[in-house]
T-cell receptor, first 117, second 115 residues
Framework: DQQVKQNSPSLSVQEGRISILNCDYT??????FLWYKKYPAEGPTFLIS?????DKNEDGRFTVFLNKSAKHLSLHIVPSQPGDSAVYFC????????????????FGQGTILTVHP | GAVVSQHPSRVICKSGTSVKIECRSL??????MFWYRQFPKQSLMLMAT?????????EQGVEKDKFLINHASLTLSTLTVTSAHPEDSSFYIC???????????FGQGTRLTVV
């Protein structure tokens, strides 16, 4: 049962354009969402997060949008740069449950982003 | 962000042997360590949660006798894959969490290949 889904295995964009990565979730208990960037043979690096009480969070070139009613979130990268090429994972947690649920993450399958010069 | 150091980054072992993977939190105290596994082209799947000084909690379908987790101190947790088989070949990643209002931080991962 895949509770967090990234339905696009890959995305290719031109340098300078916007990259939009999508993520859907099914578990209504999730109240905190994160995006990670990962290179091969390395651990994930935290990018940006959003709490369910918000619908948008912005950090530099990265913006995450959350649509709770649709159980959908997206990561926008603008402008995209070749160095952004990596695998992007969406993750979710149920922080309201407290304890170790705070750091316990459920991941999507990942989307390979390729930014062409 | 905080640093979690994971070793080894890559290991090849023979079928039937055991392999130990270490994760150290270098600049914070990880009261909780999460261990994940990633098979090729799949997502990271949580295997177990360990709190310092207590027994690990394993996710459904993960054999606790095969994947031994020790979290004896606030800065070190180990995962031992016992009697490894080729199907255990995977990418194993730990993440450390301090229990405060912060994110969990990931190690670099370990690529295990059992031949």
């Amino acid at each position: 049962d895949q509770q967090v889904k990234q339905n696009s295995p890959s995305l290719s964009v031109q340098e300078g354009r916007i990259s939009i990565l999508n993520c859907d979730y099914t578990n209504s208990m999730f109240d905190y969402f994160l995006w990670y960037k990962k290179y091969p043979a390395e651990g994930p690096t935290f990018l940006i997060s959003i709490s369910s009480i918000k619908d948008k969070n912005e950090d530099g070139r990265f913006t995450v949008f959350l649509n709770k009613s649709a159980k959908h979130l997206s990561l926008h990268i603008v402008p995209s740069q070749p160095g952004d090429s990596a695998v992007y994972f969406c993750a979710a947690s149920a922080r309201w449950a407290g304890g170790t649920s705070y750091g316990k993450l459920t991941f999507g399958q990942g989307t390979i982003l390729t930014v062409h010069p | 962000g905080a640093v979690v150091s994971q070793h080894p980054s890559r290991v090849i072992c023979k079928s039937g042997t055991s392999v130990k993977i270490e994760c150290r939190s270098l600049d914070f105290q990880a009261t909780t360590m999460f261990w994940y596994r990633q098979f090729p082209k799949q997502s990271l799947m949580l295997m177990a949660t360990s709190n310092e000084g207590s027994k690990a909690t394993y996710e459904q379908g993960v054999e606790k006798d095969k994947f031994l987790i020790n979290h004896a101190s606030l800065t070190l947790s180990t995962l031992t894959v016992t009697s490894a088989h080729p199907e255990d070949s995977s990418f194993y990643i730990c993440s450390g969490w301090s229990g405060l209002n912060t994110e969990a931080f990931f190690g670099q991962g370990t690529r295990l290949t059992v031949v």
